[in-house]
């Protein structure tokens, strides 16, 4: 499945779960994907990492350098708030790559987001200031609004 893209409009956010195999570009993809629509990336965001999501060029580095390319496009879209993400991850390769990752992370960094690795459900709905089991109703029943890699049928006309 790679990346499932989901919206809420009440409460207001993204829930995005990461599975299988994830590839660099199926992220670029994501990201991209979101820049088109300012209210997935104005909203907070739940991500949940299955146990069986691994990632084949996904690296702290990859990351680090896709953050830079952001910045501009971010501080353009100009966001009237930090945007909160809770990061829910079961598989121990992409906690791995993710801890690296987020060394150094602030909310003054140029990229608008606090994002926080999280271990339970209860933690990530109370990051979010969201009820845990609205939250989790929410990443298994809001709708899907795109799929990466995209397939045939997967991808909705519109985010909202």
């Known amino acids: 499945m790679a990346i499932t893209q989901r919206h809420s409009a009440f409460p207001h956010l993204c829930l995005v779960e990461f599975s299988g195999v994830v590839f660099l570009k199926d992220v670029e993809e994501h990201l991209k994907f979101r820049f088109a629509h300012r209210d997935l990336l104005a909203a907070d965001t739940f991500c949940q990492v299955r146990e069986d999501c691994h990632v084949v060029d996904v690296t702290a580095k990859a990351i680090d350098a896709l953050r830079a390319s952001l910045r501009a496009p971010l501080k353009a879209a100009a966001l009237p708030m930090i945007r909160r993400t809770a990061w829910l ?10 801890i690296q990752a987020m060394r150094e992370r602030t909310t003054t960094d140029g990229l608008y987001a606090a994002p926080r690795l999280v271990s339970t459900p209860a933690e990530a709905a109370q990051w979010l200031g969201a009820d845990e089991a609205t939250l989790m109703r929410l990443a298994a ?3 899907i609004v795109a799929t990466f890699p995209a397939r045939a049928g997967a991808r909705a006309a519109s985010a909202g």
């Open 89 to 98: 991850v079961f598989s121990p390769a992409v906690r791995a790559v993710l």
């Open 141 to 143: 029943e809001a709708p």
